[in-house]
């Protein structure tokens, strides 16, 4: 009968949870900000007809009662190498043929509501970090197409600039496969001298892996003063066995196709097409695969992409809002924008135009972020950095008071070492960047840094461990930043955060609104200057094959035609912040450290996050990210363990899977209950919170 007692009595216990104190330090502020300034949301490009489906006068109500006052204008087409004509009215450089670089104008007779990329069809990736419906065409199969590099990173265009940046064109030939030649179809300008290497390393299916290894040019593999046209090099005696193969160009010849006259077409290197394999002989046994799609050529990475193109160019399937339907919309809400400004497949002219529009149309904008995702794009940081500075010049001398920055990091951890020039080592990618800005004693133009932030890659996984995980990345990554050498001083923006970048049935769980709130207060509390959600807009589910899941960053699920259906936890989260934990506006709140511990040791399951609101208000923000254990948890000051930071009557907001419980049904998934939190006035001088659930404890009025 005793172990019996003794089992029951056990069982109560677990199911009573810990009992945690969340000590306040009232001494000194970690952080001061106000909602207004750092809390946002994003809007993007989408597809054919979507903006007319998602810009509705409910939908549109529905965003801004999330309290998300801050916008940021993303660029799907700078994702999906093509060029942006942010104003459908503009000129050609080759007006003639309705081709070459093009500038949009700096007004328009007519609102602009709706605006389209133009593919590229000098593009030199086979992937890309949109649709993936574009192709290379260094192994299309067609020597009438050709790859070029960006001609803005041609010392030859920029006399401020000497320095060289050599380009570079990676194959990944699927599988290890035996090389020892290359035969190079060269278009102009070509490359009068580079190097062919082999990759000796660990094979991976993805450069973005960054295996250790290192690039070895082949005996015969240091080529200078060929004069271009169809080459075909022996590379080796005997054939190496890898996996990928680089060629590094290294001097151009400055030769324009078809005698073209604009600077442009002749600054740089281009390549009509490529063929790599074994020698017998005289003939070449190629083991690439030429083709015009992912599925049906081998995988090719291109440092660059030169941003001519033409009218027939148009991609009527990437739709992005124009400037002046956003700012009709309401959605920016009086505050300014971050607005971008393509780098990688634009002209400066064409950025600084932009900010003449806007200038010119009386829309507010603070930051101005340059380029998004170089990293994904494998761009070198040298190479970044060249065009930051070109772009800098420009857009300053139109608003000399605009806050410039970027790089808009697809992630601050990710480093695609295998792309660089440099053998694949050297300093880290913030490091030399920040190296190329001082030599031009141009750290001044650098005035934010900003990534994205979707850390769990693995949406398959446990999502206890990975919301176990997710304030240390955060501060780890935070941490790396400040190493590379960026100064403590330099606002930190995420410019999108969301559970993962794919489909996760987390993102629609709870689990999704504990990641939300938990990385808004840690960041807040890191000293962070703006985070702008990603799934702003309405949407449906997504499907994750490799687990059969369905899922997507959002606010509000809806139909096709984005007629919201529903919220989803992420929204309740949202609305508990701005609308409970914080007070809406511009005012300062002051953030203060709180700190769980639980039997004399820190709770790290728990987060605790203290402000003193502009109304003089303790509040305190809650999240038990353990999915099995409650929190019985009492706020007290740290040095005061007697005092309780809120006495008396107060209120209490509650959010656990007693109001919000995910029903997975494939495409059909759907909350239920799908309740806002719990929301009761108390004298009570503690809170139990549930597994996986947060709260907000408040002073009242």
Same mark, same amino acid.
């Given at each position: 009968?005793?172990?019996?007692?003794?089992?029951?009595?056990?069982?109560?216990?677990?199911?009573?949870?810990?009992?945690?104190?969340v000590?306040?330090?009232?001494?000194?502020?970690?952080?001061?900000?106000?909602?207004?300034?750092?809390?946002?949301?994003g809007?993007?490009?989408?597809?054919?007809?979507?903006?007319?489906?998602?810009y509705?006068?409910?939908?549109?109500?529905?965003?801004?009662s999330a309290?998300?006052?801050?916008?940021?204008?993303?660029?799907?087409?700078?994702?999906?190498?093509?060029?942006?004509? $942010?104003?459908?009215?503009?000129?050609?450089?080759?007006?003639?043929?309705?081709?070459?670089? $093009?500038?949009?104008?700096?007004?328009?007779?007519?609102?602009?509501?709706?605006?389209?990329?133009?593919?590229?069809?000098?593009?030199?990736?086979?992937?890309?970090?949109?649709?993936?419906?574009?192709?290379?065409?260094?192994?299309?199969?067609?020597?009438?197409?050709?790859?070029?590099?960006?001609?803005?990173?041609?010392?030859?265009?920029?006399?401020?600039?000497p320095?060289?940046?050599?380009?570079?064109?990676?194959?990944?030939?699927?599988?290890?496969?035996?090389?020892?030649?290359?035969?190079?179809? $060269?278009?102009d300008?070509f490359?009068?001298?580079?190097?062919?290497?082999?990759?000796?390393?660990?094979?991976?299916?993805d450069?973005?892996?960054s295996?250790?290894?290192?690039?070895?040019?082949?005996?015969r593999?240091?080529?200078?003063?060929?004069?271009?046209?169809?080459?075909?090099?022996?590379?080796?005696? @005997?054939?190496?066995?890898?996996?990928?193969?680089?060629?590094?160009?290294?001097?151009?010849?400055?030769?324009?196709?078809?005698?073209?006259?604009?600077?442009?077409?002749?600054?740089?290197?281009?390549?009509?097409?490529?063929?790599?394999?074994?020698?017998?002989?005289?003939?070449?046994?190629?083991?690439?695969?030429?083709?015009?799609?992912?599925?049906?050529?081998?995988?090719?990475y291109?440092s660059?992409?030169?941003?001519?193109?033409?009218?027939?160019?148009?991609?009527?399937?990437?739709?992005?809002?124009?400037?002046?339907?956003v700012?009709?919309?309401?959605?920016?809400?009086?505050?300014?924008?971050?607005?971008?400004?393509?780098?990688?497949?634009?002209?400066?002219?064409?950025?600084?135009?932009?900010?003449?529009?806007?200038?010119?149309?009386?829309?507010?904008?603070?930051?101005?972020?340059?380029?998004?995702?170089?990293?994904?794009?494998?761009?070198?940081?040298?190479?970044?950095?060249?065009?930051?500075?070109?772009?800098?010049?420009?857009?300053h001398?139109?608003?000399?008071?605009?806050?410039?920055?970027?790089?808009?990091?697809?992630?601050?951890?990710?480093?695609?070492?295998?792309?660089?020039?440099?053998?694949?080592?050297?300093?880290?990618?913030?490091?030399?960047?920040?190296?190329?800005?001082?030599?031009?004693?141009?750290l001044?133009?650098?005035?934010?840094?900003?990534?994205?932030?979707?850390?769990?890659?693995?949406?398959?996984?446990?999502?206890? @461990?990975q919301?176990?995980?997710?304030?240390?990345?955060?501060?780890?990554?935070?941490r790396?930043?400040?190493?590379?050498?960026?100064?403590?001083?330099?606002?930190?923006?995420?410019?999108?955060?969301?559970?993962?970048?794919?489909a @996760?049935?987390?993102?629609?769980?709870?689990?999704?609104?504990?990641?939300?709130?938990d990385?808004?207060?840690?960041?807040?509390?890191?000293?962070?200057a703006?985070?702008?959600?990603?799934?702003?807009?309405?949407?449906?589910?997504?499907?994750?094959?490799?687990c059969?899941?369905?899922?997507?960053?959002?606010?509000?699920?809806?139909?096709?035609t984005?007629?919201?259906?529903?919220?989803?936890?992420?929204?309740?989260?949202?609305?508990?912040?701005?609308?409970?934990?914080?007070?809406?506006?511009?005012?300062?709140h002051?953030?203060?450290?709180?700190?769980?511990?639980?039997?004399?040791a820190?709770?790290?399951?728990?987060?605790?996050?203290?402000?003193?609101?502009?109304?003089?208000?303790?509040?305190?923000?809650?999240?038990?990210?353990?999915?099995?254990?409650?929190?019985?948890?009492?706020?007290?000051?740290?040095?005061?363990p007697?005092?309780?930071?809120?006495?008396?009557?107060?209120?209490e907001?509650?959010?656990?899977?007693?109001?919000?419980?995910?029903?997975?049904?494939?495409?059909?998934?759907?909350?239920?209950?799908?309740?806002?939190?719990?929301?009761?006035?108390?004298?009570?001088?503690?809170?139990?919170?549930?597994?996986?659930?947060?709260?907000?404890?408040?002073e009242?009025?």
């Amino acid at each position: 009968m005793s172990r019996i007692l003794a089992s029951l009595l056990a069982c109560f216990v677990v199911s009573a949870g810990a009992q945690t104190t969340v000590s306040v330090d009232s001494s000194r502020p970690l952080a001061t900000f106000s909602p207004a300034q750092a809390l946002g949301a994003g809007i993007d490009g989408h597809g054919h007809g979507t903006l007319r489906d998602i810009y509705t006068p409910p939908n549109i109500a529905a965003m801004r009662s999330a309290g998300l006052d801050r916008l940021t204008y993303r660029l799907r087409t700078e994702l999906g190498v093509e060029a942006w004509h $942010w104003n459908p009215a503009g000129r050609w450089s080759d007006s003639a043929h309705s081709r070459g670089y $093009w500038i949009s104008d700096s007004v328009s007779g007519t609102p602009i509501t709706l605006t389209h990329g133009y593919r590229l069809p000098r593009r030199g990736n086979t992937i890309d970090q949109a649709d993936n419906t574009g192709y290379s065409r260094i192994d299309d199969g067609d020597t009438a197409t050709f790859w070029k590099s960006n001609p803005y990173l041609d010392p030859a265009l920029d006399a401020s600039d000497p320095t060289p940046h050599p380009q570079w064109v990676i194959v990944d030939l699927g599988s290890v496969s035996r090389v020892n030649s290359i035969r190079i179809a $060269w278009a102009d300008p070509f490359a009068t001298d580079f190097r062919v290497q082999f990759w000796r390393g660990d094979v991976v299916s993805d450069i973005d892996e960054s295996p250790p290894g290192r690039w070895i040019t082949f005996p015969r593999g240091d080529v200078r003063e060929i004069r271009g046209g169809d080459l075909q090099l022996s590379l080796a005696d @005997s054939a190496v066995p890898t996996r990928f193969v680089r060629l590094i160009l290294t001097a151009s010849s400055h030769t324009a196709v078809g005698g073209a006259r604009d600077p442009r077409d002749s600054a740089g290197y281009a390549i009509r097409e490529l063929w790599v394999g074994r020698r017998a002989g005289a003939s070449l046994t190629d083991v690439l695969r030429h083709g015009t799609s992912r599925q049906t050529q081998s995988l090719i990475y291109a440092s660059s992409t030169d941003p001519w193109h033409r009218a027939s160019d148009i991609d009527l399937d990437l739709e992005q809002p124009g400037f002046d339907r956003v700012a009709a919309s309401g959605l920016t809400s009086h505050e300014p924008m971050m607005i971008p400004v393509p780098v990688l497949f634009s002209t400066p002219e064409d950025g600084a135009n932009e900010l003449r529009y806007l200038v010119h149309r009386g829309y507010a904008f603070d930051r101005v972020e340059l380029g998004e995702e170089p990293d994904g794009q494998y761009v070198t940081p040298e190479d970044y950095a060249a065009l930051y500075l070109r772009w800098a010049r420009a857009l300053h001398g139109i608003a000399p008071r605009a806050t410039l920055g970027g790089p808009s990091f697809q992630s601050p951890e990710s480093r695609v070492m295998m792309a660089w020039p440099e053998d694949s080592v050297g300093a880290p990618w913030m490091t030399r960047f920040l190296g190329v800005l001082q030599r031009h004693r141009a750290l001044s133009e650098y005035g934010f840094l900003s990534f994205e932030w979707y850390p769990f890659d693995d949406v398959c996984a446990p999502t206890a @461990s990975q919301l176990a995980s997710a304030p240390g990345r955060l501060a780890e990554a935070l941490r790396g930043l400040h190493e590379q050498g960026v100064a403590r001083t330099l606002p930190f923006v995420i410019a999108e955060y969301g559970y993962s970048a794919f489909a @996760s049935r987390a993102e629609v769980g709870i689990e999704g609104a504990l990641y939300d709130a938990d990385l808004v207060g840690h960041f807040l509390s890191l000293g962070g200057a703006t985070a702008f959600l990603y799934g702003y807009e309405p949407t449906y589910l997504d499907h994750e094959p490799r687990c059969d899941a369905w899922g997507n960053n959002t606010l509000f699920l809806a139909t096709n035609t984005r007629a919201i259906r529903m919220p989803v936890a992420a929204f309740h989260a949202i609305r508990l912040i701005t609308h409970d934990w914080l007070e809406l506006g511009s005012a300062p709140h002051a953030m203060y450290a709180a700190s769980p511990t639980s039997a004399g040791a820190p709770d790290s399951l728990l987060s605790a996050f203290a402000v003193k609101r502009p109304d003089g208000k303790w509040s305190v923000l809650l999240v038990n990210r353990d999915a099995k254990r409650s929190r019985t948890v009492r706020l007290r000051f740290a040095d005061n363990p007697n005092a309780a930071v809120i006495s008396g009557l107060h209120d209490e907001w509650l959010f656990s899977r007693a109001q919000y419980r995910w029903i997975p049904d494939g495409e059909h998934g759907h909350p239920r209950p799908d309740h806002p939190p719990r929301h009761r006035r108390t004298r009570a001088d503690q809170i139990r919170l549930p597994p996986y659930s947060l709260a907000v404890v408040r002073e009242s009025y």
